[in-house]
């Protein structure tokens, strides 16, 4: 991991969780996932903050798995990851 790519992730982080966000519960502490691109390199893999639950619980994009989490929620991964980019770039013009 680059310092680049850690401070990064500890901006991701400072957002909370992406789709408690997404779900108007409000900012949650989150955990960083990876997205798991095909063929990508975790190091290069993008990141999104999801919380524990919505991470690695049964209602979380692990739990569920990818189709599943889509099926629940009616956005993918790739959606949380532009809300991401988008609430940091909003950060930076502040
Ligand atoms: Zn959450
Ligand atoms: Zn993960």
Redesign the pocket.
């Known amino acids: 991991m680059t310092s680049s790519n850690s401070k990064h992730y500890g901006r991701v982080a400072d957002l909370g969780c992406i789709l408690c966000l997404y779900l108007q519960y409000g900012p949650t502490p989150c955990?960083?996932?990876?997205i798991r691109r095909y063929g990508g390199k975790r190091d290069a893999a993008p990141v999104i903050g999801?919380c524990p639950e919505h991470?690695?619980g049964n209602t979380g994009?692990?739990g569920l798995g990818a189709k599943g989490f889509e099926k629940r929620y009616g956005i993918d991964q790739e959606f949380l990851l532009a809300l991401t980019t988008e609430l940091l770039q909003n950060e930076g013009h502040q």
């Open positions: 955990e960083i996932h990876h999801l991470h690695r994009v692990h």
